[in-house]
Structure formats: C-alpha cells, structure tokens
C-alpha cells in the first residue's frame, strides 16, 4: 500500500448525512410532482451533485425543476442538519489516529462548499479540517463519476494519484476513484458491498479502516 494520502468523501463518510438529505430530497421532488421514493433518491442522487438531480428530472420527464429548486432544498438540509447531524460513528477516533501518524488527509465532495461547511460546523468536524483540505465538486468541471474531483485534491495536496486512497460509500464515488486511478475502500453502512461493486476493500465499521490504511490500528 504505501499510501500518502487519504480522501474522504463527505456525506455518509465523516457526517452522517445520507439518511437526512435523501429523505428531504424525496420529499421535495415529491412535492414537485416527481414522486420519488427514499429508496429511489438513495439509487439515483446518493452521492452525486446537485445537477444530476437537475439532468435526470428533466430527461425523466422533459420537464425543469424550479430555478430556486437548490436554495429551497439547502435550507431544508441545513436546518435539519443544525437539529440532527452527527459525525459518522467512530470516523474522530480515525482521524484522530491519521493526524498522530502524520498522514495527511483531506475531503472531496460531490457537495457545495456552504453544504461541506455547515456540515462540518453542525457535526464537529471542523475541527479536524482546514480550509485548503477540503475540495468540492464546485471547483471541477464534472462530478463523479468523473475523476476530475479526486484528481483536483491529489494534485491540490502535491500528491501522485497512484499514492492516494479514497474512502467512498456511494457508487458513483467508487467509479470516480477508480478512474482517477486510486485504490478507493467502500464504506457499507448504507449500501451493501455489491453496489460498492470495483472497490478495492469494503468495511462496514470505521474501526475497521486503520488496518486497511496500513496504520495498524
């Protein structure tokens, strides 16, 4: 392994976000009249940025989500991320152990950084996250499952892609490490392994990603 630097996608990975966003998701694109289901929302938007739900209503349906579609949705998010949100179980204690073996770190997001931002204030995470290590799909000119956002952080981080691991629970984020030429670890606790499908490892409990990060722990 070897690895010199360890990125981590956002929601579902530091904070513990999927299940709160894909549930105001599906009700707000319900409420538009494009019923959507939790577990649709789940398949289709888990871990994408906002345009794909833009895209895929519209090729659904040839129709247009509203032009306040984001603001409206985000003010959702954000108050109940400021009511409910936590970091993920366990994922301090890893960073914890990455900061005190000096491996650097960082995040890469299908998120806008205002989201990253509020999630990380409402959750703790904050703490464990300079400014220039986070990285958002706003900075790139395509999303994952494009390469172009893991890509951006290795080189923002002077790191060789081939030296990065990415640490993933969505589909979409495992395509995206995969092609950015990166070993990528799924994170099963939403998904099974199966949808993590071309990852290189799957764990389904941070306590497990020490070892597999070759820290030992």
Not at 125 to 133: H, L, P, V
Not at 180 to 204: E, H, I, K, Q, Y
Request: proline share 6%; hydrophobic share 40%; glycine share 8%.
């Amino acid at each position: 392994m070897g690895y010199e630097l360890v990125i981590f996608d956002n929601d579902g990975v530091l904070v513990d976000s999927e299940p709160v966003a894909n549930t105001i998701l599906s009700e707000y694109l319900t409420e538009l009249g494009h019923p959507t289901t939790y577990e649709d929302s789940l398949r289709d938007y888990m871990g994408s940025a906002v345009h794909r739900v833009h895209d895929l209503v519209q090729e659904r349906t040839g129709q247009r989500l509203p032009a306040d579609f984001e603001r409206v949705l985000n003010e959702r998010l954000f108050a109940a991320f400021e009511r409910e949100l936590r970091p993920v179980p366990g994922v301090a204690d890893v960073l914890g152990e990455l900061s005190a073996t000096g491996m650097p770190y960082c995040v890469a997001s299908s998120s806008s950084h205002e989201r990253i931002r509020v999630a990380h204030r409402a959750s703790g995470m904050d703490e464990w996250f300079e400014e220039e290590w986070i990285f958002s799909a706003e900075e790139v000119a395509k999303g994952k499952p494009a390469p172009d956002l893991f890509l951006h952080a290795a080189d923002m981080m002077g790191v060789h892609p081939s030296r990065c691991v990415v640490v993933e629970d969505s589909p979409l984020g495992v395509e995206a490490a995969r092609a950015a030429g990166m070993d990528v670890l799924g994170f099963t606790s939403m998904l099974p392994a199966d949808r993590l499908a071309g990852a290189t490892a799957c764990f389904g409990e941070m306590k497990e990603l020490p070892a597999l990060l070759g820290l030992g722990g």
